[in-house]
Every structure is written in C-alpha cells, then in structure tokens.
C-alpha cells in the first residue's frame, strides 16, 4: 500500500477503506428486507432533517402565534412541548408526522407495519434526547429507531 493511499484512507472512513478492499456491505435496509430505491425504502437523511424542520416550523408557529402571544421567550419554551405531542400523536395514530407527510416519510415498526404508542413515546423520548438519534448504524437507522424497533421509510 502506498503511503498516501494510507493516509488518505482515513479522510474517507472505514467503510470507504473496507469497500475498497473488496467488502461488500450491500444496501441499506437490505438487512431488514426492505427495497433499495422508491416507496417502502430507508429515508434518507436530508428528507429526515427536512420534515424535521418543517415539523419545528410549525410548532414555533402554533407557539408563538397561538399560546404564547407573540412572546418570543415563552413561545421557545413552548414549542419543544408541541412538537413533543405533535410526534406522539401523530406518528402513534397515522405513522407520520406533517412534515414527514410533506417529503413523502412514514414511521413503520419493523414487525407488524404499525408503530404501538409505547414505541413511539420511547423513540420520541430518545429522539429528544439527541443523541441516540445522532448514532446510526449501517442501515442508516438511529438508535432511537433501532431501540423501539421502528424504521422511517419512503411512502
């Protein structure tokens, strides 16, 4: 191995490094059965962050124009709460919530295609937490999704 192509092997992570080497780690969701491209497929990051800010969007609209009446401070602790609910209730009954509708993302449990409301409190809860859901394994699922045995996939 030459010395710049070990040095550089480290900029690319080790499964650029390993895929190099001849390893195939196959697609993401393939483990789980699930379809590479289009509808029933893992979602992608950037749609996850998308609906993610939508979501936020609208629950800074509701506290801030709503229930806190244009106060600024009161309206920021408000909105973490409403959203909170929002996911609960909305990912618990239809499987996704409005931004998620929005950029074509479903919340799904691994072993019957519906999430129960206690995985979905357990994934919300996680998901607030932060970082499980900034740990994700090779399938591209958080720790929040994988903990509560849920995937998010393309409608």
């Known amino acids: 191995m030459d010395n710049r192509q070990a ?3 480290w900029l690319s992570g080790p499964r650029a490094a390993a895929e190099e080497a001849g390893v195939d ?3 993401r969701g393939e483990q789980l059965g699930l379809p590479e ?3 029933g497929s ?3 990051p950037g749609r996850r962050l998308g609906a993610l800010a939508v979501d936020w ?3 800074l609209l509701i506290a801030y124009g709503l229930i806190a009446d244009s106060y600024y401070r009161a309206a920021q602790v408000w909105a ?3 959203l909170f609910v929002l996911i609960v209730l909305t990912v618990g009954t239809i499987g996704s919530t409005p931004g998620k509708r929005l950029f074509g993302l ?3 449990g691994l072993d019957t295609g519906r999430v129960h409301p206690l995985r979905v409190l357990l994934r919300t809860v996680l998901l607030f937490l932060a970082l499980p859901a900034l740990i ?3 399938d591209g699922r958080g720790m929040h999704d994988r903990l509560a045995r849920t995937v998010e996939v393309r409608i």
């Open 80 to 82: 973490p709460l409403i």
């Open 42 to 44: 893992i979602a992608r």
């Open 7 to 9: 040095i550089g092997s």
């Open 25 to 27: 780690f196959g697609y």
């Open 136 to 138: 994700w394994d090779r």
């Open 106 to 108: 479903r919340v799904v």
């Open 57 to 59: 969007g609208l629950c």
């Open 37 to 39: 491209e289009g509808p």
